[in-house]
Nanobody, 115 residues
Framework: QVQLVESGGGSVHEGGSLRLSCAAS????????MAWYRQVPGKEREPVAR???????HYAESVKGRFTISRDNAKNTVYLQMTDLKPDDTGVYFC?????????WGQGTQVTVSS
């Protein structure tokens, strides 16, 4: 069972930047599709960005041009570089690992953007 540990959340003003990291405890990291989701109270968890095991990337429309997802298979880590942050980006960001129909989630990291 892979374990995921997120880091890098925090509080910034609108227009600021943050980089989230998610370290995975598996030597099979390169076989997992990795993604970032976010959730705000009262709403469902929504996908933000995804990178497949082959490197194909997808973004939510709301973050295109501002967020960049990347993975370092040598370090078993996926990143989310967030720039030009907006108050609507506020939420708990979760790392997700997907393989063979099974989802694994990290504990989440809080991102707060103030106007």
């Amino acid at each position: 069972q892979v374990q995921l540990v997120e880091s890098g959340g925090g509080s910034v003003h609108e227009g600021g930047s943050l980089r989230l990291s998610c370290a995975a405890s598996t030597r099979l990291f390169r076989t997992y599709a990795m993604a970032w989701y976010r959730q705000v109270p009262g709403k469902e968890r929504e996908p933000v960005a995804r990178v497949s095991e082959g490197g194909t990337i997808h973004y939510a429309e709301s973050v295109k041009g501002r967020f960049t997802i990347s993975r370092d298979n040598a370090k078993n880590t996926v990143y989310l570089q967030m720039t030009d942050l907006k108050p609507d980006d506020t939420g708990v960001y979760f790392c997700n690992a997907f393989l063979a129909g099974r989802d694994t989630w990290g504990q989440g990291t809080q991102v707060t953007v103030s106007s």
